[in-house]
């Protein structure tokens, strides 16, 4: 998905994003077109889905061949579906290879800022067939899943927090409208999991999710496209298109 700011955030000049995604990313930037008409942010969005949906990997190849090497983007992210974390999922080493990617990456486009997405996360089953698992000793669906994105989330935001800006998609989805923390538990861990308040089929984003996210998403883009100046904290200046 590439995002070209019609008017930026500050009246400057204007900001080239590149956002590689799938589903959940879409419901974002529907939700960004929502929030359109009141916040007087006007985008020209251009789809470019990164193929496919369960393999991470193959998304990394498809985000590295998009952005290049000098780059005309100046902000560049790409956002992983909870489809690509199941509970098999080895979450270190996709989280080293993402790493690795993005250091590649920056190392050929030294003007770009790149923003890191945390995985969302999905509701747990809950009900009588949810419980019977438990007492089965079995896993209701989620559980482990949102364990392994967690366990990837944790590893960007240890790396990546206070230097790099970080949409934080999977912290949004776990806070209630509320306020409350949103977990499950399973062999001794608790983790974030998605609130029913964001979605309709337990993954994707409804009117308020889309609304939730795309304020953040908008507010980090924003952060992350301030012209001609260091980001506090980030390494790497922001250049802005000619």
Request: proline content about 5%; glycine content about 8%.
């Amino acid at each position: 998905m590439a995002i070209f700011l019609a008017s930026s955030f500050s009246a400057a000049a204007e900001p080239r994003v590149y956002f590689g995604h799938q589903s959940v990313g879409a419901n974002i930037l529907q939700g960004v077109k929502e929030l359109g008409p009141t916040t007087g942010l006007r985008l020209s969005i251009k789809d470019e889905f990164l193929a496919e949906n369960g393999d991470p990997l193959r998304k990394l190849q498809n985000f590295k061949a998009a952005v290049g090497e000098d780059s005309r983007y100046d902000i560049a992210l790409i956002k992983f579906c909870y489809v690509d974390v199941n509970a098999d999922t080895d979450a270190r080493a996709l989280f080293e290879r993402y790493r690795a990617t993005i250091a590649e990456l920056r190392a050929k486009n030294p003007r770009t800022v790149f923003v890191h997405a945390t995985l969302p996360l999905t509701t747990v089953q809950s009900g009588p067939k949810a419980l019977a698992k438990r007492l089965l000793g079995r896993a209701p669906y989620g559980t482990i899943e949102n364990v392994r994105r967690e366990e990837y989330n944790r590893l960007l935001r240890a790396t990546y927090a206070g230097r790099e800006p970080i949409f934080d998609l999977a912290r949004l989805e776990s806070i209630a409208p509320d306020g409350t923390s949103v977990t499950v538990s399973w062999d001794g861990a608790t983790v974030p999991a998605m609130s029913l308040a964001y979605t309709e089929d337990g993954g994707h984003l409804n009117a308020k999710g889309r609304a939730m996210a795309a304020q953040e998403f908008v507010r980090v883009l924003a952060a992350a496209s301030r012209p001609l100046q260091k980001i506090e904290g980030l390494a790497t200046p922001v250049r802005m298109s000619r």
